[in-house]
T-cell receptor, first 112, second 114 residues
Framework: QQQVKQSPQSLIVQKGGISIINCAYE??????FPWYQQFPGKGPALLIA?????SEKKEGRFTISFNKSAKQFSLHIMDSQPGDSATYFC???????????FGAGTRLTVKP | GAGVSQSPRYKVAKRGQDVALRCDPI?????LFWYQQALGQGPEFLTY????????KSGLPSDRFFAERPEGSVSTLKIQRTQQEDSAVYLC????????????FGPGTRLTVT
């Protein structure tokens, strides 16, 4: 069922560094690409999302870069902080689906 | 305001038992989704309600899984004759519109089948 491939599986970054997580999708009908942040014992929380009519969207320290031709999108976390340590999921949705398709997740650890 | 709540938070069931998992969405939210999240994986879609209507149940893994939302608010996911492979976190999400944009997730119910 998984139509969204996410990498890396885990990532360790020093405080203040840039965290980059990548996702690739297959279905060209997808037109909504959110990123979710999940802390242990909690449900995923929407972080930032992009539609394919723009190539980049920035909210605070979080930026999504979108490459429609390559069918890839990525999350960049600038000035990473220990509090950013969590699991991050990319996802994709299109009008032909009722469900959001999630990547397998990236466990981010930011070392102080 | 209150977010999405789920109960119980943890459930241990013996193989063959029936379980019922409850979701209280955000008040007024039209759409409600159930997902299954295996350990170390992303959520996988189970079923979708728009108000009280179950519009998509294509993700339910077997006929042992049943979901309802009779009054368009609270939803229950029922699993009959639980199996070990049913062990997972079951997440509920709700959305203000008929589309899955800006889904708000509950904390999940961790089901362990022994």
């Amino acid at each position: 069922q998984q139509q969204v491939k996410q990498s890396p599986q885990s990532l360790i970054v020093q405080k203040g560094g840039i965290s980059i997580i990548n996702c690739a999708y297959e279905n060209t009908a997808f037109d909504y690409f959110p990123w979710y942040q999940q802390f242990p014992g909690k449900g995923p929380a929407l972080l930032i999302a992009i539609r394919p009519d723009v190539s980049e969207k920035k909210e605070g320290r979080f930026t999504i870069s979108f490459n429609k031709s390559a069918k890839q999108f990525s999350l960049h976390i600038m000035d990473s902080q220990p509090g950013d340590s969590a699991t991050y999921f990319c996802a994709a949705w299109g009008p032909n689906n009722n469900d959001m398709r999630f990547g397998a997740g990236t466990r981010l650890t930011v070392k102080p | 305001g209150a977010g999405v709540s789920q109960s119980p938070r943890y459930k241990v069931a013996k193989r063959g038992q029936d379980v019922a998992l409850r979701c209280d969405p955000i008040s007024g939210h039209v759409s409600l989704f159930w997902y299954q999240q295996a350990l170390g994986q992303g959520p996988e879609f189970l079923t979708y309600f728009q108000n009280e209507a179950q519009l998509d149940k294509s993700g339910l893994p077997s006929d042992r899984f049943f979901a309802e939302r009779p009054e368009g608010s609270v939803s229950t996911l029922k699993i009959q004759r639980t199996q070990q492979e049913d062990s997972a976190v079951y997440l509920c999400a709700s959305s203000q519109t008929s589309l899955p944009y800006e889904q708000y997730f509950g904390p999940g119910t961790r089901l362990t089948v022994t």
